[in-house]
């Protein structure tokens, strides 16, 4: 047995949350396995791509070691969905609460939010979940787990501390970190990130969010809903510029409505620190803004982890910015070696990266073909309400020329919605022009995450929008729009022509 590089690892703050966390995902007492004389398959990265990867593999009767540097689990469970989740949960609480009045509850004593329980309440659920994750857990499959940074030595072989892991395949699965910006005075002012956000203990009174993508928007409503002074700044004129404009602007409405305040258009010129404040010095245009802050959290996108692994020794060819290079079989240019999840998709979610696994899994191991340009990928943005997308919408369908019809249901004419007090939203399908094959759609709904998944199944089983009208839905839900935009594209489908014969046709039948 070998020792880890570095079996050290300490997550803030240091209660017994943490530290069984840590127990599961990097156990300070691991020792690392004697290699194998050759394996199947190694893994690099146990974040979610790696960890399903090994798991399949491992299950199919293969050889394989994985390795992992820091934490088995990944962002997804350490730094993102899991501790986001919880706080986004917490924070929609606070907001119902604030709200109780209008469903005839009284709360006469308002909404006190205990930031401190919160948190700890995340990182008891959080090392709940753990286990499934744990290196003792992999162990039992079958995988052998090696904690320590991994590194390319030969085109076959991977080194990790001593150990010299020879390989029939590989692959790559050690996804991405957050970025900072050259803005100066960032770095001397300190900030924080998805990666150091959920080692917060107290909430900061103010907090200026750079960044108004996916995170930025969730963590800048839900650290509002808290009670903190927040301040969101992006350079585009809008939060979530990459989705559909008029779901955007709901979600930004919301956002405001629970106190987030906004710069638009805007240019930080440079951040200073004075004792514990922070100050920055924003261009909007001709506007400029001088904003006090007590923390800063900057959510500007993502990095992919290729620095340390040796990819030039393996042949495999990379780009800093949008990582390792795959084809649609997610091979690198080595044969040997492939990659999946955030260190090679643009589509940086964990259900993503978890399809993506199975794609390696098939073709590194059984020769296969599986492509993942097949898969169908929805994505959700857990604001309240949420945003949740699949295929095109229509600013992607005129961008690449694509003729679609347009069908929408909103959600103020949804009987469940109504009742919810949740009418902000809709259901937006997009269809090709001269068939009713779906190829888009966007939902704006408290639970839009769990509502994109009817339409996702239809993309990918060939059913078409009419076909959704004849699906029963419970009465009253609000899944129920999905149904009625099927009703508004059967609609066009009787034209005059159509009236006129079937008048004639009862005419006939009396």
């Known amino acids: 047995m070998q020792r880890p590089e570095s079996h050290s690892v300490q997550i803030l703050p240091p209660d017994q949350y943490n530290y069984q966390l840590v127990a599961n995902v990097h156990p300070p007492d691991w020792h690392n396995p004697q290699p194998q004389s050759k394996y199947n398959l190694v893994v690099i990265g146990a974040g979610t791509a790696g960890l399903v990867t090994a798991a399949g593999a491992a299950g199919l009767g293969a050889k394989v070691a994985l390795v992992e540097r820091h934490l088995m689990g990944g962002d997804c469970l350490n730094v993102g969905c899991v501790p986001s989740k919880a706080l986004i949960r917490a924070s929609r609480t606070a907001a119902e609460v604030r709200r109780a ?3 005839g509850v009284s709360t006469n004593d308002g909404v006190q939010v205990d930031f401190g329980a919160v948190m700890e309440r995340m990182r008891r659920l959080r090392a709940e ?8 857990r992999f162990r039992e499959l079958g995988v052998d787990v090696f904690l320590g940074q991994a590194s390319f030595i030969a085109p076959d072989k991977v ?7 020879r390989f029939s395949k590989a692959a790559i699965c050690t996804g991405a970190r957050a970025v900072a910006l050259p803005i100066p005075g960032l770095e001397e002012a300190g900030y924080l990130t998805n990666e150091t956000v959920f080692s917060l203990t107290e909430l900061p009174a103010r907090l200026a969010v750079i960044g108004g993508g996916p995170i930025g928007s969730e963590m800048a409503q839900s650290f509002a809903r808290f009670g903190a002074e927040v301040t969101l700044i992006e350079q585009a004129g809008q939060v979530l510029v990459r989705e559909d404009d008029d ?13 987030v305040q906004f710069l638009f258009n805007a240019r930080i010129t440079g951040i200073s620190r004075h004792g514990n404040e922070r100050r920055i010095s924003v261009e909007c245009g001709t506007e400029r803004h001088e904003l006090a802050v007590d923390a800063i959290l900057l959510s500007v996108g993502r990095a992919p982890n290729v620095d340390g692994l040796g990819l030039e020794t393996a042949g495999v060819d990379y780009d ?90 909103d959600l103020a004419d949804v009987d469940r919605a109504i009742l919810d007090g949740e009418t902000a939203g809709f259901v937006k399908i997009h269809v090709e022009q001269a068939s009713d094959k779906i190829v888009g759609a966007t939902v704006v709904a408290a639970h839009a995450g769990d509502m ?14 009419k076909s959704l009208a004849s699906v029963i839905h419970p009465y009253p839900t609000q899944a129920e729009a999905i149904r009625r935009v099927g009703d508004a594209y059967n609609r066009t489908r009787l034209t005059p022509t159509v009236k006129r014969l079937f008048k004639k046709w009862l005419a006939w039948t009396r």
């Open 159 to 165: 080194q990790v501390g001593d150990a010299v892991l």
């Open 101 to 103: 009045s209008e469903f």
């Open 247 to 259: 779901a955007a602007a709901i979600v930004q409405q919301s956002m405001t409505d629970d106190g």
């Open 452 to 465: 994109i998944s009817e339409i996702t199944v239809a993309m990918t089983r060939g059913v078409g929008l």
């Open 320 to 409: 800093r910015r949008s990582g390792v290079r795959v084809d649609d079989r997610l091979r690198t240019t080595n044969r040997r070696i492939f990659a999946a999840g955030d260190i090679a998709s643009k589509y940086k979610f964990t259900h993503a990266a978890d399809f993506l696994a199975r794609i390696v899994i098939q073709n590194a191991l059984f020769m296969g073909r599986a492509k993942a340009s097949s898969l169908t990928i929805p994505w959700c943005t857990y604001t309240d309400p949420e945003l949740a997308h699949v295929g095109l919408s229509d600013k992607h369908a005129a961008e690449q020329g694509v003729a679609i019809r347009t069908f929408r249901q």
């Open 129 to 136: 979940i753990s286990p499934n994750d744990s290196a003792s």
